[in-house]
Structure formats: structure tokens, C-alpha cells
């Protein structure tokens, strides 16, 4: 099985910033994208930001401009910088990795970690 492990949640001012990472591990061959994703109580979970293994970005539009998402390939780590935060970006925030695993196959499989909190006050 591949284990993600989120970190780096807290609680936080409006205004203020936080980074959080993730750490792949287990049975992974190669990892073709890593990202993070969050939910509200109440609501969807909803795309934050990808990155592939080439450092291809996407974000959602209303991420875009206030997080930036990195990778270390080598450490089969992805970052998320949150700056800029307000009241509404307040969730469970999860990371997600599309990975090829190492059975006979090297299938594809999607993975997520438990979740790291984020509370944002004022």
C-alpha cells in the first residue's frame, strides 16, 4: 500500500501564511502527479492545486495568485505555501497522489492522506 502523511496545519491569523507538505511512501514505482485538495464541513471536497512530475501547475481559479504548490521528486514530497489566508479557507486539507505502484501491472492507483487542519481566525 503507499501511505501519504500530511503536515504543517494549524491555527492562523487572517493575513497570515502556513505551508504544509505531504510524504509519499510504500510500494510506489513512480508518482505521476501529486496535489492537495480541501473540505469544509458542509461541503465538497474541492481541488486546491496539482503538480505533476514534470512541474506541470494547475490551480483552481480562486487559489490561483494566493497558494503556490512545489514538489520534491526526489523525496516524493509536494509543499502547498498558503499566504494571504482568510476565514474561508478554513478546512481539512488533503493530499492526493496518482501513483504507479510495483506489482506485476504498474497500475495507476489514486491516494489520499488523512488530512492536516487548517483554522483560519477574524
Known amino acids: 500500500q503507499v501511505q501519504l502523511v500530511e503536515s504543517g496545519g494549524g491555527l492562523v491569523q487572517a493575513g497570515g501564511s502556513l505551508r504544509l507538505s505531504c510524504v509519499a511512501s510504500?510500494?510506489?514505482?513512480?508518482?505521476?502527479?501529486m496535489g492537495w485538495y480541501r473540505q469544509a464541513p458542509g461541503k465538497q471536497r474541492d481541488l486546491v492545486a496539482t503538480?505533476?512530475?514534470?512541474?506541470?501547475?494547475n490551480y483552481a481559479d480562486s487559489m490561483k495568485g494566493q497558494f503556490t504548490i512545489s514538489r520534491d521528486n526526489a523525496k516524493n514530497t509536494v509543499y502547498l505555501q498558503m499566504n494571504s489566508l482568510k476565514p474561508e479557507d478554513t478546512a481539512v486539507y488533503y493530499c492526493?497522489?496518482?501513483?504507479?505502484?510495483?506489482?506485476?501491472?504498474?497500475?495507476?492507483?489514486?491516494?489520499w492522506g488523512q488530512g492536516t487542519q487548517v483554522t483560519v481566525s477574524s
Open positions: 510504500g510500494r510506489i514505482f513512480s508518482i505521476n502527479a
Open positions: 503538480i505533476t512530475s514534470g512541474g506541470i501547475t
Open positions: 492526493n497522489a496518482i501513483v504507479r505502484t510495483t506489482d506485476w501491472s504498474l497500475r495507476l492507483s489514486n491516494y
